[in-house]
């Protein structure tokens, strides 16, 4: 990029970006462990979907379950059961969402790429 603009100088960014990025206010820290909290609540209620799904032997499309879970955001006795669970911790389910699209995928051949189905 140097060659393409030579009147501009770089430098780099990497001790900037690393600084900004390793300091941690209390909320920051709280945030986080809310948030590992929620993604711990949301992989159980996954579990037990496709636990359940397995048992009564009902046949469900991959996306199906998928949208399920996502809806727990939505599902206001799902988030006070979260809520529940975390006594205490003052959470705003408002501010809770997932990271990436949830991808649910079986056969034992996976597509890690972000929005891969099956």
């Given at each position: 990029?140097?060659?393409?603009?030579?009147?501009?100088?770089?430098?780099?960014?990497?001790p900037?970006?690393?600084?900004?990025?390793s300091?941690?206010?209390?909320?920051?820290?709280?945030?986080?462990?809310i948030?590992?909290?929620?993604?711990?609540?949301?992989m159980?209620?996954?579990?037990?979907?496709?636990?359940?799904?397995?048992?009564i032997?009902?046949?469900?499309?991959?996306?199906?379950?998928?949208?399920?879970i996502?809806?727990?955001?939505?599902?206001?006795?799902?988030?006070?059961?979260f809520c529940?669970?975390?006594?205490g911790?003052?959470i705003?389910?408002?501010?809770?969402?997932?990271?990436?699209?949830i991808?649910?995928?079986?056969?034992?051949?996976?597509?890690?790429?972000m929005?891969?189905?099956?």
């Amino acid at each position: 990029m140097k060659s393409e603009i030579p009147s501009i100088s770089f430098s780099d960014a990497d001790p900037f970006f690393r600084e900004v990025t390793s300091v941690k206010t209390k909320e920051d820290i709280a945030a986080s462990q809310i948030a590992s909290r929620f993604s711990d609540f949301a992989m159980k209620e996954l579990i037990d979907r496709i636990e359940n799904i397995i048992d009564i032997q009902k046949v469900e499309r991959h996306d199906q379950v998928a949208r399920k879970i996502e809806s727990i955001l939505d599902n206001n006795d799902k988030m006070n059961a979260f809520c529940l669970k975390n006594q205490g911790k003052n959470i705003d389910t408002g501010y809770l969402e997932f990271g990436y699209p949830i991808m649910v995928q079986s056969g034992g051949v996976y597509n890690l790429k972000m929005g891969a189905s099956c």
